[in-house]
């Protein structure tokens, strides 16, 4: 072999080894963004699984609160319907006129005119 062919071959595995080194450092870098990048997933992964409880937790106390507002608007239903009605009330504002009970008398004042009665009686 002579020297020229010594040399090419020489720079060859140079130029080789260093291409080889340049690969292996993009590779490196490579997996070392890899690796960051998966830390990142890990991370947004267990922020987004906690913000996913926590609207599940609100959605459980939202609904708890919406099964109260249907029981207490059920009976206040309930209630509205035990009211009397506005025929109900002209009934019995009839009745009440009917009997205009201002002009009942109390036992003291009907023993007062029973006495007064009995004795315009006496007196004639």
Known sequence: M?????LTDEYSMIDINSKLKTLESKYNLSR?????????????FKLTSADLKTLRDEIKEVKT????????I???TKELNRFAKKE???????YVNLWDPLKFVTEDQ?????????NRKNRK
């Open 74 to 76: 059920s009976s206040i």
């Open 2 to 6: 002579d020297r020229a062919t010594q």
């Open 32 to 44: 070392d963004r890899l690796l960051v990048i998966n830390q990142n997933m890990m991370d947004q």
């Open 88 to 94: 109900d009330i002209k009934i019995i504002e009839k």
């Open 65 to 72: 609160d919406i099964n109260s507002i249907k029981e207490i």
């Open 110 to 118: 009907l023993k007062e005119m029973i006495k007064e009665h009995a």
